[in-house]
């Protein structure tokens, strides 16, 4: 699928939900996407990337936003603290921050720099074990110490749905949490359900597969 006919769902969904089709940012999941097929979707004028890996963006985006240097990249992926350094100067956005330690390690790096990448509180909705995030009834505390200990501005929240379920209880249940947080920024919806996401509130959705046909690698 082209990334004009994605962005005239996206932007019909938007509509269709009484929301302005501007205010819902697509990120186009680029990980294990072969440099082609990457700078095919830069030329075609698109500026949003999301990555899973630290390594991999590190290989791949300083050399494209030398070409293209309005370009953004989120982190999308997990991000282990060993990695948070490297993780500030290659991403605009984090959309995994889950755990105390992690936040404890972003408060230091961003307290020297004096900058701070948008950050998105990973929540576990799903309470599945092999995910990353915060469980439900953890978030309210979590953001409170983010703020309060940690002086981290988090903007928003992300959430990964279990596959076996409906997705939109996920988005609802996060739209729920972010409005009793005050929060704005709802990272949420995928290829294959972005339009219920942005029916529910997403502000950013995430296509990979949908934009750029199947992964080359895991």
């Not at 949003?48 to 070409?67: H, I, M, T, Y």
């Not at 959430?159 to 990272?187: K, Q």
Request: net charge neutral; with cysteine.
């Amino acid at each position: 699928m082209s990334l004009s006919d994605i962005q005239s769902r996206i932007d019909a969904a938007a509509r269709a939900a009484g929301r302005a089709p501007e205010d819902v940012h697509l990120i186009a999941v680029s990980k294990v996407q072969p440099n082609a097929r990457v700078e095919a979707v830069l030329r075609d004028g698109h500026r949003l990337f999301g990555e899973n890996r630290v390594q991999e963006a590190a290989s791949k985006w300083p050399d494209f936003r030398a070409a293209f240097p309005d370009t953004q990249v989120h982190l999308i992926g997990p991000l282990q603290t060993n990695k948070v350094k490297q993780a500030l100067d290659l991403f605009d956005a984090i959309h995994s921050l889950d755990r105390p330690k992690l936040a404890a390690r972003l408060a230091r790096e961003v307290q020297a720099r004096g900058t701070c990448p948008d950050l998105f509180v990973q929540v576990n909705t799903g309470r599945e074990a092999q995910k990353a995030g915060v469980l439900p009834e953890e978030l309210d505390a979590f953001l409170e110490s983010c703020r309060r200990d940690y002086d981290l501005p988090v903007s928003g929240l992300m959430v990964i749905p279990p596959v076996e379920e409906h997705p939109s209880l996920h988005f609802a249940l996060l739209r729920t949490m972010a409005e009793r947080n005050g929060l704005r920024g709802l990272s949420m919806g995928m290829s294959g359900d972005f339009e219920a996401a942005i029916a529910l509130g997403a502000t950013h959705v995430r296509v990979g597969s949908a934009l750029f046909g199947a992964r080359s690698a895991g």
